[in-house]
């Protein structure tokens, strides 16, 4: 076969949002438990609630956090769509490596209507 015969992938024009580590994702649910509010030793303020989603297989929570950005009001049982990362962390217990994915949030919506719905899924995709 020679080589000419051999098609190659073109590089894409625009460098791709989504890595292995690094995933986009939106995710619509019902706070659940207590809204945590905190600042890191650097300064940076952080918001933090779980997310109890529902899909075919049944009932999960999505921890989620904010970074940097102000934070809405929220309360438990409220209705919010959330737009960010998925981060994978890693923990030692006793002998073995827990890991723990998590939802680092660049955008909630409280109470989402269809439309601003879908525009924060476009932002997403984009």
Do not use: W, Y
């Not at 015969?5 to 625009?14: F, G, K, L």
């Not at 659940?32 to 609630?49: E, I, K, N, P, R």
């Not at 899909?55 to 959330?82: F, S």
């Amino acid at each position: 076969m020679s080589r000419s015969s051999v098609t190659t992938r073109s590089t894409p024009s625009r460098a791709t949002i989504l890595a292995p580590s690094f995933q986009c994702s939106v995710a619509c649910g019902i706070v659940h438990g207590a809204v945590v509010f905190g600042v890191t030793q650097q300064g940076v303020s952080l918001c933090s609630f779980d997310l109890l989603v529902a899909n075919e297989e049944g009932r999960h929570i999505v921890p989620v956090t904010l970074r940097d950005v102000e934070a809405p009001a929220l309360d438990t049982g409220q209705l919010v769509a959330v737009r960010g990362h998925v981060t994978k962390r890693f923990s030692r217990s006793g002998a073995a490596t827990v890991a723990r994915c998590s939802i680092e949030a660049v955008e909630v919506l409280v109470a989402p209507r269809p439309a601003a719905l879908r525009r924060l899924v476009e932002r997403a995709c984009a």
